[in-house]
């Protein structure tokens, strides 16, 4: 999960009621599939951009926000699985004080501040929030999790709201890393042997795997922080958005 900059808003939208439908209208569809790379705005899975897989995700549930229905800076883009698993769930914050209720998942409406993640909020990476298990040398670890950072509230609310931790989703992340060990393996070979045009090829592929418009780039960026290819190879981790 990366941050995502939001884009203008549709015309379609300046002068929507607010009891329209019109967040669902093909221009606004198009302008967030273009504005997320064409990415789910959770788990960062490919989305098509016609037909099915995919749905308007409303931030602040429409159901319960009926106001922000067709409010541009409360809509996203979610594939089936994120949206369906998020639905009318909204985590918020409903107090500070240590042993209290801190978090509430109930469709209310409330002043409390969201809990989990909006990637498109300004000022907020998710990076800062979520992380992914990526240690292939612990033999019992659940490879390709995500945890909070830090014990981030807003990183461990989000994971359990969209359902990060998703079965497809872990295989999903199992497979991409073991190819990015493998990718790993042959740039320490190559620097070993002082092959430069290896070491900038694999460079290079690792770096187009990190770009804001690749799938699961979060993940890929994570492993690349855990096991210091910033430094060994200057490989160029990016932080946010590109």
Same mark, same amino acid.
């Given at each position: 999960?990366?941050?995502?900059?939001?884009?203008?808003?549709?015309?379609?939208?300046?002068?929507?009621?607010?009891?329209?439908?019109?967040?669902?209208?093909?221009?606004?569809?198009?302008?967030?599939?273009?504005?997320?790379?064409? *990415?789910?705005?959770?788990?960062?899975?490919?989305?098509?951009?016609?037909?099915?897989? *995919?749905?308007?995700?409303?931030?602040?549930? *429409?159901?319960?926000? *009926?106001?922000?229905?067709?409010?541009?800076?409360?809509? $996203?883009? =979610?594939?089936?699985?994120?949206?369906?698993?998020?639905?009318?769930?909204?985590?918020? /914050?409903?107090?500070?004080?240590?042993?209290?209720?801190?978090?509430?998942?109930?469709?209310?409406?409330?002043?409390?501040?969201?809990?989990? &993640?909006?990637?498109?909020?300004?000022?907020?990476?998710?990076?800062?929030?979520?992380?992914?298990?990526?240690?292939?040398?612990?033999?019992?670890?659940?490879?390709?999790?995500?945890?909070? +950072?830090?014990?981030?509230?807003?990183?461990?609310?989000?994971?359990?709201?969209?359902?990060?931790?998703?079965?497809?989703?872990?295989?999903?992340?199992?497979?991409? $890393?073991? %190819?990015?060990?493998?990718?790993?393996?042959?740039?320490?070979?190559?620097? =070993?042997?002082?092959? %430069?045009?290896? &070491?900038?090829?694999? +460079?290079?592929?690792?770096?187009?795997?990190?770009?804001?418009?690749?799938?699961?780039?979060?993940?890929?960026?994570?492993?690349?922080?855990?096991?210091? $290819?910033?430094?060994?190879?200057?490989?160029?981790?990016? /932080?946010?958005?590109?």
């Amino acid at each position: 999960m990366i941050s995502i900059r939001r884009g203008f808003c549709p015309s379609v939208l300046a002068d929507a009621p607010v009891d329209g439908i019109h967040y669902n209208k093909k221009a606004v569809v198009e302008a967030l599939h273009l504005m997320q790379n064409g *990415k789910c705005c959770y788990c960062e899975a490919f989305i098509p951009d016609e037909g099915h897989g *995919k749905a308007v995700e409303h931030f602040h549930p *429409k159901s319960v926000y *009926k106001h922000q229905k067709n409010d541009w800076i409360n809509l $996203l883009l =979610a594939c089936d699985h994120c949206n369906g698993s998020k639905s009318d769930l909204f985590p918020v /914050r409903l107090s500070d004080i240590e042993g209290g209720v801190t978090v509430i998942y109930k469709p209310l409406t409330t002043d409390g501040s969201p809990l989990m &993640i909006d990637p498109s909020e300004h000022g907020i990476d998710p990076e800062d929030h979520i992380t992914f298990v990526v240690d292939l040398r612990k033999e019992n670890a659940m490879h390709g999790l995500p945890v909070a +950072k830090n014990g981030s509230q807003k990183g461990q609310a989000t994971i359990e709201t969209v359902r990060l931790d998703a079965s497809y989703l872990l295989r999903v992340r199992q497979q991409l $890393l073991y %190819t990015l060990s493998g990718m790993m393996i042959v740039l320490h070979e190559a620097k =070993a042997v002082s092959d %430069t045009d290896k &070491i900038q090829t694999y +460079k290079a592929l690792f770096e187009s795997r990190m770009a804001h418009k690749s799938p699961y780039a979060g993940f890929v960026r994570a492993f690349s922080r855990h096991y210091g $290819l910033d430094k060994q190879f200057q490989l160029r981790v990016p /932080r946010g958005i590109d």
